[in-house]
Nanobody, 124 residues
Framework: QVQLVESGGGLVQAGGSLRLSCAAS????????MGWFRQAPGKERVFVAA????????NYADSVKGRFTISRDDAKNTVYLQMNTLKPEDTANYYC?????????????????WGQGTQVTVSS
């Protein structure tokens, strides 16, 4: 069982930056693949970024490539999402998720564990 807690969301102007954190409980964090998803009001949850257990594989949605970076610190049981050059269309609730098989997955339905989310609002 893994519990995930996101933090770091907030209100930022367009062009600004935020770093989201997802702290995980449990001793086996280093074996999990981790992902970030987001959901805007009235829209479906969509993939943002993912990283595999070793950090050797990362995947990004086309909409965030070159602006967002996913990373992990296994010593802190934490995965990060560095978000730069933010746009109003990045406004959403951001969720982290964990895959016990260690993969950098794009599909939300393959993740077993989810956090409660952190809100990111980008003003124009």
């Amino acid at each position: 069982q893994v519990q995930l807690v996101e933090s770091g969301g907030g209100l930022v102007q367009a062009g600004g930056s935020l770093r989201l954190s997802c702290a995980a409980s449990g001793r086996t964090f280093s074996s999990y693949g981790m992902g970030w998803f987001r959901q805007a009001p009235g829209k479906e949850r969509v993939f943002v970024a993912a990283i595999n257990w070793s950090g050797s594989i990362t995947n990004y949605a086309d909409s965030v490539k070159g602006r967002f970076t996913i990373s992990r610190d296994d010593a802190k049981n934490t995965v990060y999402l560095q978000m730069n050059t933010l746009k109003p269309e990045d406004t959403a609730n951001y969720y982290c998720a964990a895959d016990a098989n260690g993969r950098a997955l794009i599909r939300a339905d393959f993740y077993e564990y989810w956090g409660q989310g952190t809100q990111v609002t980008v003003s124009s």
